[in-house]
Nanobody, 121 residues
Framework: QVQLVESGGGLVQAGGSLRLSCVASGRIFSINAMGWHRQAPGKQRELVARITSGGSTVYADSVKGRFTISRDNVKNTVYLQMNSLKPEDTAVYYC???????????????WGKGTLVTVSS
């Protein structure tokens, strides 16, 4: 069984910073891309940032220059450093990862349960 557990969410004032972490654990053979999505109240879930196993990154236009995604392949952990936070960044942030549990199994997408980030104005 594979689990993704996020941490680091909370309440912060506009202009502040938070660092989210997500650890993948369980029966893991390999992890391909890892990423962060978010869902604000009344809105659809959207991609925030994604990072491949080789370190290539993709960001949503709304967070470019403010957020940085990184990963530690030894610790099976992905991070999201969020700076210059805005009230519109308020959302539940979800971690996801493309994980293979065995050499002969195709990788599939796993999701964490989310961590709430609230940015006050």
């Amino acid at each position: 069984q594979v689990q993704l557990v996020e941490s680091g969410g909370g309440l912060v004032q506009a202009g502040g910073s938070l660092r989210l972490s997500c650890v993948a654990s369980g029966r893991i053979f390999s992890i391909n891309a890892m990423g962060w999505h978010r869902q604000a109240p009344g809105k659809q879930r959207e991609l925030v940032a994604r990072i491949t196993s080789g370190g290539s990154t993709v960001y949503a236009d709304s967070v470019k220059g403010r957020f940085t995604i990184s990963r530690d392949n030894v610790k099976n952990t992905v991070y999201l450093q969020m700076n210059s936070l805005k009230p519109e960044d308020t959302a539940v942030y979800y971690c996801n990862a493309d994980i293979a549990v065995h050499l002969f199994n195709a990788p599939r997408d796993y999701w964490g349960k989310g961590t709430l980030v609230t940015v006050s104005s």
